[in-house]
């Protein structure tokens, strides 16, 4: 009787046991297997999504979750998640992607013309998701106000009408474009340039839209690898507001092909917009130049920047900020464009000669907008670029990028690794050899700002030194004592020692090897001959909005830029 009992309590034990094996399994191996399920269904999803996107006419993006209350364009059902397209506008849930494609048309780039020059076309309306604090045309009371899909926008004037305020009439008025109609580039108008390519006349000067004397179209160019990564978004925006064929994205299309754009459009009337850092703006310049060299002259755009980069120098200079993070809205941008006023920049010609090798190798050659620097900044900015270069994903932030130009300026401040400059280099200014004094570095301005927003040139303002200009074909020359003095210099503590002014530059490296850079781009430099001269101008489009406490001394300089360019025009 024991034992029966032993071997019950034995074999309830063991039960017991594989119980708890089992139930511990299930509770391990069912969330794998759930887990699992769902990522080979997400893939899937994804799968499918990314088909639709690839064969459909709209612009279709994915987000997990929407930036405002969004309704669906096809079910007008609440939606924290799905797809929007970024030339239009529409908002759909996942299910309904494949209906929305059939039931909804996208921006049109091109349409048939009804007449030449004088066409016209309808309004494009789409309904649901209005831009918040929106009025009607009609009523003027405030759109979208209903928790609900409701509401018309117009995707190309921006107009927007109440469900009960849209007549029969408005689905067929014409279309004025709204607001930036002297920027926008109407479909028709590149249907009619289109038929006399074909035709083979080139006078497309007067096929100017809607009869207007001032129209200035834009063509947008966004680097989305700049800076703070906020080209895509900008990429999006742009086209919503603009014809997207008017909106480029540089890491998938080069300048210059995209420039090609301009010779689709009347003479001397285009602007374009860059949206990134100075060696973006270096970037278009330099395909403007080849334009030049095309015989292409008179198709050459006046350009504006919206500053993505990390020390946006350039674009500091000519009135447009030290940094961009969203604060302003696009359409404020827009605006800035056609109210900024035409300037020249100068752009120089940097050769360098290395010394030796029987001069059977050919001198480098770079083009200067913004300064060439050899010594602590250039050393500085060779460390950033190979440290950049080691791990991109970390240089995302513009507040991160300073950082790391802190880190190696402080670094520098212990090793001095460029001392005794003075040393090693002869400089000539305009044929004239300088005796230099105890130096680290040279800097070779070719505009007011330097450092991510310090003007060097006149350093604490309290000397009488006449202010750089980028127009003038002369460079301004300072030496700085190293990283320490540099950093001085930044916070007004200290002056540059200002070595001249001249219309050419000569820098001989005499001995062992030392870091230069030209707007921003190092390289470890062994002995040679840097010879700085004139190249070219480039039209800039100047924003006077944008002054700070700096600028204020040198708005009449401006002026009279301003007008010797009117002058010259």
Same mark, same amino acid.
């Given at each position: 009787?024991?034992?029966?009992?032993?071997?019950?309590?034995?074999?309830?034990?063991?039960?017991?046991?594989?119980?708890?094996?089992?139930?511990?399994?299930?509770?391990?191996?069912?969330?794998?297997?759930?887990?699992?399920?769902?990522?080979?269904?997400?893939?899937?999803?994804?799968?499918?999504?990314?088909?639709?996107?690839?064969?459909?006419?709209?612009?279709?993006?994915?987000?997990?979750?929407?930036?405002?209350?969004?309704?669906?364009?096809?079910?007008?059902?609440?939606?924290?998640?799905?797809?929007?397209?970024?030339?239009?506008?529409?908002?759909?849930?996942?299910?309904?992607?494949?209906?929305?494609?059939?039931?909804?048309?996208?921006?049109?780039?091109?349409?048939?013309?009804?007449?030449?020059?004088?066409?016209?076309?309808?309004?494009?309306?789409?309904?649901?998701?209005?831009?918040?604090?929106?009025?009607?045309?009609?009523?003027?009371?405030?759109?979208?106000?209903?928790?609900?899909?409701?509401?018309?926008?117009?995707?190309?004037?921006?107009?927007?009408?109440?469900?009960?305020?849209?007549?029969?009439?408005?689905?067929?008025?014409?279309?004025?474009?709204?607001?930036?109609?002297?920027?926008?580039?109407?479909?028709?108008?590149?249907?009619?340039?289109?038929?006399?390519?074909?035709?083979?006349?080139?006078?497309?000067?007067?096929?100017?839209?809607?009869?207007?004397?001032?129209?200035?179209?834009?063509?947008?160019?966004?680097?989305?690898?700049?800076?703070?990564?906020?080209?895509?978004?900008?990429?999006?925006?742009?086209?919503?507001?603009?014809?997207?064929?008017?909106?480029?994205?540089?890491?998938?299309?080069?300048?210059?092909?995209?420039?090609?754009?301009?010779?689709?459009?009347?003479?001397?009337?285009?602007?374009?917009?860059?949206?990134?850092?100075?060696?973006?703006?270096?970037?278009?310049?330099?395909?403007?130049?080849?334009?030049?060299?095309?015989?292409?002259?008179?198709?050459?755009?006046? /350009?504006?920047?919206?500053?993505?980069?990390?020390?946006?120098?350039?674009?500091?200079?000519?009135?447009?900020?030290?940094?961009?993070?969203?604060?302003?809205?696009?359409?404020?941008?827009?605006?800035?464009?056609?109210?900024?006023?035409?300037?020249?920049?100068?752009?120089?010609?940097?050769?360098?000669?290395?010394?030796?090798?029987?001069?059977?190798?050919?001198?480098?050659?770079?083009?200067?907008?913004?300064?060439?620097?050899?010594?602590?900044?250039?050393?500085?900015?060779?460390?950033?670029?190979?440290?950049?270069?080691?791990?991109?994903?970390?240089?995302?932030?513009?507040?991160?990028?300073?950082?790391?130009?802190?880190?190696?300026?402080?670094?520098?401040?212990?090793?001095?690794?460029?001392?005794?400059?003075?040393?090693?280099?002869?400089?000539?200014? @305009?044929?004239?050899?300088?005796?230099?004094?105890?130096?680290?570095?040279?800097?070779?301005?070719?505009?007011?700002?330097?450092?991510?927003?310090?003007?060097?040139?006149?350093?604490?303002?309290?000397?009488?030194?006449?202010?750089?200009?980028?127009?003038?074909?002369?460079?301004? /020359?300072?030496?700085?004592?190293?990283?320490?003095?540099?950093?001085?210099?930044?916070?007004?503590?200290?002056?540059?020692?200002?070595?001249?002014?001249?219309?050419?530059?000569?820098?001989?490296?005499?001995?062992?090897?030392?870091?230069?850079?030209?707007?921003?781009?190092?390289?470890?430099?062994?002995?040679?001959?840097?010879?700085?001269?004139?190249?070219?101008?480039?039209?800039?489009?100047?924003?006077?909005?944008?002054?700070? @406490?700096?600028?204020?001394?040198?708005?009449?300089?401006?002026?009279?830029?301003?007008?010797?360019?009117?002058? @010259?025009?």
């Amino acid at each position: 009787m024991e034992g029966t009992e032993s071997r019950s309590g034995t074999s309830s034990s063991v039960v017991a046991d594989w119980s708890l094996v089992f139930w511990t399994l299930c509770s391990v191996i069912l969330p794998v297997l759930i887990t699992l399920w769902c990522s080979f269904q997400r893939s899937r999803r994804q799968v499918l999504i990314r088909d639709i996107f690839r064969k459909s006419k709209h612009d279709w993006h994915y987000t997990d979750l929407f930036g405002q209350p969004s309704y669906c364009c096809v079910c007008a059902q609440h939606i924290l998640q799905g797809a929007f397209c970024n030339c239009c506008g529409l908002r759909v849930s996942e299910g309904c992607l494949k209906k929305a494609d059939q039931l909804f048309l996208c921006k049109e780039i091109m349409m048939r013309s009804n007449g030449g020059a004088h066409s016209s076309m309808p309004h494009h309306w789409i309904r649901g998701n209005v831009p918040l604090c929106s009025c009607c045309m009609i009523c003027k009371q405030q759109c979208g106000t209903q928790p609900k899909l409701c509401d018309y926008r117009c995707v190309w004037c921006q107009y927007t009408v109440h469900d009960e305020c849209m007549m029969d009439c408005l689905k067929t008025e014409e279309c004025t474009f709204g607001e930036f109609r002297d920027l926008i580039i109407p479909p028709y108008y590149l249907s009619t340039i289109n038929q006399m390519r074909k035709d083979k006349r080139t006078s497309y000067e007067k096929v100017v839209p809607y009869c207007r004397k001032h129209w200035m179209p834009v063509i947008v160019l966004a680097n989305t690898r700049s800076g703070n990564n906020m080209g895509e978004t900008l990429l999006g925006e742009f086209k919503i507001l603009l014809n997207p064929v008017q909106v480029f994205d540089l890491s998938k299309i080069a300048p210059a092909k995209a420039l090609q754009l301009c010779t689709l459009l009347p003479c001397n009337a285009v602007r374009v917009l860059v949206c990134g850092g100075d060696g973006t703006v270096g970037w278009v310049l330099d395909a403007i130049d080849e334009m030049k060299i095309k015989g292409q002259e008179r198709y050459i755009p006046q /350009v504006a920047i919206l500053p993505l980069g990390t020390g946006n120098d350039l674009s500091n200079t000519l009135g447009w900020g030290a940094g961009y993070a969203g604060e302003v809205p696009v359409e404020q941008i827009l605006r800035n464009v056609m109210e900024a006023d035409g300037i020249k920049l100068d752009r120089w010609k940097v050769q360098v000669t290395n010394k030796g090798y029987y001069n059977l190798r050919k001198p480098k050659v770079f083009t200067m907008n913004n300064y060439f620097s050899i010594g602590p900044d250039a050393l500085m900015a060779l460390n950033f670029h190979a440290h950049r270069e080691k791990t991109p994903s970390l240089f995302s932030s513009r507040i991160i990028n300073k950082a790391v130009y802190f880190f190696y300026g402080t670094k520098d401040c212990l090793v001095q690794e460029c001392k005794d400059l003075n040393k090693k280099v002869e400089l000539e200014l @305009d044929g004239e050899r300088i005796e230099l004094p105890n130096l680290e570095g040279i800097i070779v301005l070719n505009i007011g700002y330097w450092g991510g927003g310090c003007r060097l040139w006149e350093g604490m303002g309290d000397e009488p030194y006449p202010l750089a200009r980028h127009d003038d074909g002369l460079l301004e /020359v300072v030496g700085v004592h190293g990283s320490f003095h540099c950093a001085q210099i930044q916070v007004k503590l200290a002056n540059p020692v200002r070595l001249g002014q001249a219309h050419t530059v000569r820098l001989i490296l005499k001995s062992s090897k030392m870091p230069m850079q030209v707007n921003g781009e190092p390289w470890a430099q062994g002995p040679c001959t840097v010879t700085i001269t004139h190249k070219t101008h480039a039209l800039m489009l100047y924003h006077s909005g944008e002054q700070t @406490d700096d600028d204020a001394s040198s708005v009449s300089e401006q002026d009279h830029v301003r007008e010797q360019t009117d002058e @010259d025009v």
